[in-house]
């Protein structure tokens, strides 16, 4: 069986549980499916959607890109030098370890409660794992790729260009997917926290106001549009890596 095969039959699996649960059990904790997909036309068709797409997408955006144009280049400085590792190592540990909703106060202190610190709060989230999982990509590159390159005259850019790159594009790609995920939990963090606006601001009143069809809903479509750019960050990799067989 094919695996987009199994991935439509466990989604169609999912939804029957979900249907089932929902309509034996308690409906507030888990409405019934068919009930939230009503509610998601209604949001949709009211387009309440569409204007919190607009809001969140403008911090998401601008923030992610924001990570993979510093991310990427600074891994591979420190995956190239040990010694710039070594001096920014336990920075990029403590970014790593310190929980990002931390940095609010400093950030609504800079920038106060607009868009510029839902960005940062965005590139903060995906920047780190983009950053260290470029250097582990420079890491992994064979030596004998290097020494091929040098005995062929090969200078530093070079060697930057035509070998390091493409040899830790892999690994980049995977970081820049993991970082895809955690911007769009920096989006949502950011926007429930900081600034009650776009997908956050649906989910705090549906929240507060127990409706559950319409919570789920929400929660519905921040996954479908995390699945949509994870989608669309995978495209690009086979598009920049072609010799790699899709699996």
Do not use: C
């Not at 499916?33 to 204007?51: A, H």
């Not at 040990?82 to 310190?98: D, G, H, P």
């Not at 993991?178 to 926290?193: F, H, K, P, W």
């Amino acid at each position: 069986m094919k695996a987009g095969t199994l991935r439509v039959l466990s989604l169609i699996v999912l939804g029957l549980v979900w249907e089932v649960v929902g309509r034996t059990q308690n409906p507030h904790l888990l409405p019934p499916l068919s009930r939230v997909l009503t509610t998601w036309i209604e949001l949709l068709l009211s387009g309440q959607l569409f204007q919190a797409l607009g809001v969140s997408l403008q911090a998401l955006v601008l923030g992610f890109l924001l990570s993979v144009v510093f991310g990427v280049p600074l891994g591979l400085l420190m995956g190239r030098y040990r010694r710039l590792e070594s001096f920014l190592n336990i920075y990029m540990t403590a970014l790593l370890t310190v929980p990002m909703i931390s940095f609010i106060p400093f950030l609504v202190i800079a920038f106060g409660l607009g868009l510029h610190s839902r960005v940062w709060i965005v590139f903060l989230f995906a920047f780190v794992i983009i950053a260290i999982n470029t250097t582990a990509g420079v890491r992994n590159v064979e030596p004998s790729y290097m020494e091929m390159a040098r005995s062929f005259g090969a200078r530093e850019g070079e060697l930057f260009v035509k070998v390091v790159l493409p040899a830790a594009l892999p690994m980049i790609m995977a970081g820049i997917r993991l970082g895809m995920g955690r911007a769009v939990l920096g989006m949502v963090t950011s926007e429930m926290i900081l600034a009650v606006v776009g997908f956050g601001a649906m989910l705090m009143t549906f929240g507060a106001s127990f409706n559950s069809p319409a919570l789920f809903a929400t929660l519905l479509t921040i996954i479908l549009l995390a699945v949509a750019l994870l989608a669309l960050v995978q495209y690009v990799d086979r598009r920049l890596s072609p010799w790699r067989t899709a699996s």
